[in-house]
């Protein structure tokens, strides 16, 4: 369920700049709060401001913006991968071929040599 949330909200334009603009807002309104913790009538006390609790709040916003910026960028950078031709053909054969591999030699074990005669036939023909 994590897994679709965090899909959706990175492919959606419209759940990303909510997520940025409400980390935003919410980052703006801590601090203005912590600056207000902070003032006394003889001025702002920068002593005082880890007894509020809307520093540790706005820490709190802040790593969270962070982790999700870097996230975001590292979900971007992965699909870009897929642009690459070299890529998606590495990808393929380190990940995709091995299983047909495996799914073709469990079918020949099983009798059933239909495909393996239709390959060769393929491979006949480049080779010609």
């Known amino acids: 369920m994590f897994e679709q949330f965090k899909n959706k909200l990175y492919t959606s334009p419209t ?5 940025s603009l409400g980390s935003s807002i919410s980052i703006g309104f ?3 709060t912590l ?3 902070m003032t006394t009538p003889h001025g702002i006390m920068w002593l005082t401001f880890y007894t509020s609790i809307s520093f540790y709040l706005v820490l709190c916003l802040a790593a ?8 975001l960028h590292a979900f971007e950078t992965d699909v870009l991968k897929f642009r690459d031709i070299e890529f998606c053909l590495a990808y393929a054969r380190s990940r995709l071929l091995p299983e047909q591999i495996e799914r073709s030699r469990q079918k020949i ?3 059933d040599i239909s495909d393996f005669q ?3 036939k393929e491979i006949q023909k480049v080779l010609k």
């Open 15 to 19: 759940l990303k700049t909510a997520f």
């Open 30 to 32: 801590f601090s203005n």
């Open 35 to 37: 600056v207000a913790d």
């Open 64 to 71: 969270l913006t962070l982790w999700f910026h870097k996230a």
């Open 109 to 111: 074990r099983d009798g």
């Open 118 to 120: 239709q390959a060769m």
